[in-house]
């Protein structure tokens, strides 16, 4: 049993790296939103890419997101990202320490 309770801490520590790589991913998404860059810049396109599906999901799902003209979708889904690494995440390594 300790094969999967190795594999379940791998996989407890990729999706950790990944939930980190996206949270900082929207923080950088939401700052670009502020100082309005050149749409062709490569590097604009990837990141928006990798989040207006998430964002446009959040803010069609959840109409009160937009409050004053200041949009909070990021906020939302910096909220989910968290709750994906405390409840996901450890839930995870606690298993596989269960099962080492």
Known sequence: M?????F????AMVL???LTLYFWI???????????????NPLVRIIYS???PVLYWIRRTL???FIGGIDLSPIVVLFAIQFLKIFLVQTLSQIAVGLA
Request: glycine share 6%; charged share 5%.
């Open 2 to 6: 300790f094969v999967l309770g190795n």
């Open 8 to 11: 379940l801490q791998a996989l």
């Open 16 to 18: 950790n790296g990944a």
């Open 26 to 40: 929207i923080i950088i998404s939401a700052v670009l939103s502020w100082v309005n860059p050149d749409p062709y």
């Open 50 to 52: 990798l989040t207006e």
């Open 63 to 65: 109409p009160f997101v």
